[in-house]
């Protein structure tokens, strides 16, 4: 049922005064080079005065400058170390293969006896002859031969040591993904290649689920055809409501967020997906609208943080897109647009989605180099947290720009992996949106992936993308000030 103007009134009323919303993540507020912001002293944070510098309460916000890495590739704050999990063509799975390359999502999951499981995305496209260490083609567990990407699954004991082997192989491109309550992984492909195309014999564009702790269950991989085919990359699904929701990363035109309703009496659990029909549930794109009831074409029209709008959900005619593809089956007016639609994160009873940035010249609204939108499912609201201004000068080490990959931190706030146009950063932003560097790719130009703590909070996992080297940093984690 529509949200009417009378019932979105009253929502965004409630959402726009959530700056002092409660919970692991609050509301955020401001970022580098903010657009519009009424905070002049985090307006600044993000040029080097706001840095780490701040203190509240006797606290001081961050971890300090970074240091760079005698070692050439990550530099960190003082009291933090990092070690590599796994590199690309240096490190090996159980089966003697080099691990594969192009490491993207990442989640971590609790192992036997201390131990940490990480099921580790890896985004090769187009033919495998193209990459020199694709996923192996492990017997039981390939989709599709002729595609290159899948998943790892990496389990670090406590001692240090580090076991790696194939979860899925023979899929396109696997991007964010995300996890599940119940403790497995969804990994979805960027690519929408049907057979025949680049070499493909089978169609892509679907989530798969893999199972870090039962190999077994990844056994003959089933595309779960319900949640739709296009170029998928982030996935969470509602612990409380059982609803998938899904961003695309697409252009021309623009991808869309997307929710999937389960059918009637379905109830989530290990195996439970790959059970559904192809047109089980119902997969929608959602619609937004301003505060006046006016429809709004494109996320990047927001222009100031707190921007709250409603959201309604419009069904998608084809979810196979079998002819023409998803996001380009509403006429004008139909639904909403982002760029770069991204990483996602489940938490607050509500998804964090990432929208990397805009350009004028590709989008209707003002430029930006990223948003963090939270979507509210109870109140049917989706409010701007984070909105990064244009970075000028992104081969300086300064401000941030390009968000992807994001979690939800144990110790205040959420962590944010950069995919941007120049020097490659994670960084923290607090509840007030504040931000301070994590770390810092001294190694290449890659960007970061892959950004998720262990269970226990100790350990921040990441990636850099290429080659692929998956690194484990620790030190001195403090909770972080709110404002």
């Not at 005064?17 to 507020?29: H, S, W």
């Not at 089980?280 to 222009?303: E, I, N, P, Y």
């Not at 996992?461 to 998956?470: E, K, R």
């Amino acid at each position: 049922m529509p949200l009417n103007r009378r019932e979105f009134t009253k929502q965004s009323a409630v959402a726009g005064a959530g700056l002092a919303l409660t919970g692991v993540v609050g509301a955020l507020a401001t970022a580098p080079e903010a657009l519009a912001s009424d905070e002049p002293e985090a307006y600044g944070a993000g040029r080097g005065e706001g840095r780490g510098q701040g203190h509240e309460h006797g606290h001081a916000l961050g971890y300090g400058p970074l240091v760079a890495d005698p070692e050439g590739i990550l530099a960190l704050p003082a009291g933090f170390s990092y070690r590599v999990v796994t590199h690309s063509g240096v490190t090996r799975l159980e089966s003697g293969e080099f691990t594969p390359s192009n490491h993207d999502g990442t989640a971590a999951f609790a192992g036997p006896r201390g131990a940490t499981y990480l099921v580790n995305n890896h985004e090769l496209y187009g033919p495998r002859a193209n990459w020199p260490h694709p996923v192996p083609l492990t017997e039981g567990l390939v989709y599709d031969p002729a595609a290159p990407g899948g998943c790892t699954v990496v389990e670090v004991h406590r001692d240090g040591t580090v076991a790696e082997w194939v979860g899925l192989a023979g899929t396109s491109t696997n991007c964010a993904g995300g996890s599940t309550a119940w403790g497995t992984w969804l990994t979805g492909e960027e690519n929408s290649d049907l057979a025949g195309v680049n070499g493909m014999t089978k169609d892509h564009g679907y989530i798969f689920e893999v199972d870090p702790r039962d190999r077994r269950a990844n056994l003959a991989p089933k595309p779960i055809k319900a949640f739709g085919r296009y170029d998928h990359e982030a996935v969470v699904i509602d612990p409380k409501r059982g609803h998938a929701y899904l961003t695309e990363d697409a252009a021309l035109p623009f991808g869309l967020f997307f929710r999937w309703t389960p059918p009637k009496g379905f109830e989530h659990g290990r195996g439970k997906l790959r059970t559904l029909a192809d047109d089980a549930g119902v997969l929608q794109a959602f619609k937004c609208t301003d505060s006046g009831g006016r429809f709004v074409d494109d996320l990047s029209r927001a222009t100031r943080i707190g921007t709250v709008y409603g959201v309604d959900w419009v069904d998608v005619p084809d979810r196979d897109a079998r002819t023409v593809p998803v996001r380009k089956q509403f006429g004008p007016g139909r639904i909403t647009r982002g760029c770069k639609l991204e990483g996602m994160w489940w938490a607050d009873g509500g998804a964090y989605v990432v929208s990397s940035f805009a350009r004028t010249e590709w989008t209707p609204g003002p430029s930006h180099d990223g948003q963090v939108w939270f979507y509210d499912p109870r109140r049917r609201t989706l409010t701007l947290k984070v909105l990064l201004g244009v970075n000028e000068t992104p081969g300086e080490d300064g401000a941030y720009d390009g968000p992807d990959n994001i979690t939800v931190s144990p110790y205040g706030g959420i962590v944010i992996a950069e995919d941007g146009r120049g020097v490659q950063h994670l960084f923290g932003a607090t509840d007030s949106g504040r931000t301070y560097p994590i770390a810092r790719n001294d190694f290449n130009d890659s960007e970061f992936t892959g950004v998720c703590f262990s269970p226990d909070g100790e350990t921040l996992f990441a990636n850099l993308q290429t080659p692929g080297i998956m690194v484990a940093i620790t030190g001195p984690w403090r909770r972080q000030p709110r404002r």
